[in-house]
């Protein structure tokens, strides 16, 4: 079979490798879709410290399963279920939590066997009647988008904050309207990809220059509920901070660079307008299954911010779209 594995930083080969074979506990799948994301564009360029080379990458993962052909959705981040915060319910947060295409080889191939660690946490999740393989693909980024919008409490009536405009600034948006906002703004300093995004996803409105000023006329001075960075920007966090509203919440959805880390933060902001700030750190197996519900629903529609779709030889060509911010969501046809 053909896979795309990752050798070393600017080195992803499609090669042939062995078709693998499910052993004790674990399935194998036919992948129909395997989306990438920003992150596989960061292992392409930096590597990853969990990942031992050569490793099949992509983790946003649907196909069938080799012998029932039950279509499936298969999470990416797997909490091992068993150490203290997974048995309080904090799984995002496992300290032993292992993933898809990082620790085991993921879905940029034809086949992939998912491994029994998955299944003992409940991780793969019939692909509801109606859903595409690709839009179900498109479940696991969902997944932490909920995640985060959970954490920063999105409900009636907010007045919500976007910042960042690529596949996971589109999916605040929508989820955020799914979660019954007032008013949702998308914010972004790539004015050519926030048209983009803003013609699929249509928010309230687009703010492309001086976003504190920009947040605070939209809202008469008060601020936003809540703010969502959904960039990996330490601009757009101190940002965030001084466009939040009196008890406003603000998630720091996008991480920041290992060796840049450190951000300035008014701690009187924070202080005498009670705000909060949340962190946000993928996803649950039960936040991928709410996805995909919601995806089934039509409550958060993906199929459209599925821009490109590309075989697996043109893996390469989809990471350079991401990493040109040229499309929205980008998926791989094994």
Request: aromatic share 4%; hydrophobic share 45%.
């Amino acid at each position: 079979m053909k896979v795309a594995r990752f050798h070393a930083p600017g080195d992803i080969r499609v090669e042939d490798a062995p078709e693998p074979e499910a052993g004790p506990g674990e399935l194998k799948i036919r992948v129909r879709n395997c989306s990438t994301c920003g992150t596989d564009a960061k292992i392409f360029k930096y590597g990853h410290h969990h990942i031992r080379p050569p490793r099949v990458m992509g983790h946003e993962i649907a196909g069938d399963v080799v012998g029932t052909g039950e279509r499936v959705q298969v999470i990416a981040a797997i909490p091992c279920g068993t150490c203290q915060d997974c048995l309080r319910g904090r799984m995002t947060v496992c300290p032993n939590q292992e993933s898809m295409g990082y620790h085991y080889d993921g879905g940029f191939a034809e086949y992939m066997v998912v491994p029994a660690k998955v299944l003992a946490v409940n991780g793969v999740n019939r692909i509801p009647d109606g859903v595409g393989y690709a839009e179900a693909s498109v479940a696991e980024p969902l997944a932490c988008v909920l995640n985060g919008q959970q954490l920063a409490r999105v409900g009636p009536g907010d007045e919500v904050v976007v910042m960042g405009a690529g596949p996971i600034g589109c999916l605040h948006v929508r989820l955020a309207r799914a979660r019954g906002a007032a008013r949702v703004a998308l914010v972004d300093v790539n004015a050519e990809r926030l048209a983009m995004a803003a013609k699929l996803v249509e928010p309230d409105a687009v703010i492309d220059a001086d976003p504190v000023e920009s947040v605070l006329e939209l809202t008469g001075g008060r601020g936003a509920d809540v703010v969502i960075t959904a960039a990996a920007s330490g601009a757009a966090q101190e940002q965030a901070l001084r466009m939040a509203a009196r008890q406003g919440r603000i998630s720091f959805f996008g991480g920041l660079p290992k060796d840049d880390p450190i951000i300035r933060c008014d701690s009187n902001l924070v202080h005498y307008r009670e705000l909060t700030i949340v962190g946000a750190n993928g996803s649950s197996p039960a936040h991928n299954a709410e996805a995909l519900a919601l995806i089934a629903s039509g409550a958060v529609p993906v199929a459209d911010l599925i821009t490109h779709r590309l075989p697996l030889d043109g893996v390469l060509d989809a990471i350079d779209l991401v990493s040109r911010g040229a499309a929205i969501k980008v998926t791989i046809e094994p």
